[in-house]
């Protein structure tokens, strides 16, 4: 699911829609966006107004809320004043991305949430690995989209743990044996990911196109911008 681009561009063509993610924080969010999505913006307002260097770091330690929209107005807050809003958990599973260097970040986009609380109202919001979407994708009427985390294209670029589980090689593999089987129910699917030979050869039995994409994180800012991406089909795109 992630930031659910994709399905914000495509919901209003869409009679039913599906979005899961096996961060169950991520899917908390976007649970309360669509069923309270107003408390979620007073609380958001709050921890605009009292956003420093000590409240932020008093809110990434507090790891232990129970109640599902204080957890989901953390999220959002910490997500929108960390560094380059990058999202990263530590073996523990509790968030650990330093604050940001921004002057007057925007905590809470009112009118945003209650836009995507609008586009959620008839959308199953699931906590769930990829393949479980086997159980729900059958038919040519069906298209997925898989936004998984992307595999290194190099040993300096590793960076696979959004989460305390990480996405490996071998994850990347059953991905694909998850993508092979939709393709062969006649399901269209859609997948992006980095380029290189690894996935080039998962991959060479369907259609592949590249595409550039901006990149805002890296270590060295002289290497963020425009590379070179893949987007994998089991449809030929493009003019026939």
Request: glycine share 6%.
């Amino acid at each position: 699911m992630g930031g659910g681009a994709t399905f914000f561009y495509l919901y209003q063509f869409c009679d039913q829609s599906v979005l899961a993610d096996l961060n169950g924080e991520l899917v908390n969010v976007y649970r309360c966006v669509k069923q309270d999505v107003e408390t979620l913006i007073g609380l958001l307002r709050w921890h605009q107004t009292h956003h420093c260097h000590d409240y932020y770091y008093d809110m990434r330690a507090q790891n232990q809320l129970r109640s599902p929209i204080e957890r989901a107005a953390r999220l959002i807050y910490l997500n929108k004043t960390c560094f380059n809003g990058l999202y990263r958990e530590n073996s523990k599973g509790h968030f650990n991305v330093p604050m940001g260097r921004y002057k007057n970040p925007k905590v809470c986009d009112a009118d945003t949430l209650r836009q995507a609380s609008k586009a959620l109202q008839q959308t199953n919001i699931l906590c769930a690995e990829f393949n479980q979407v086997l159980d729900q994708a059958c038919t040519t009427q069906d298209f997925v989209y898989f936004d998984p985390p992307y595999h290194p294209i190099s040993a300096t670029s590793s960076f696979t743990g959004y989460n305390r589980y990480g996405f490996r090689s071998q994850d990347q593999e059953r991905l694909q044996q998850t993508f092979s089987a939709l393709a062969r129910r006649g399901v269209k699917v859609m997948l992006s990911n980095s380029d290189c030979e690894f996935i080039r050869d998962l991959y060479q039995d369907f259609h592949i196109s590249e595409i550039q994409a901006s990149r805002a994180i890296n270590s060295n800012a002289r290497r963020r911008g425009k590379i070179t991406e893949l987007v994998i089909t089991s449809y030929p795109v493009g003019p026939p």
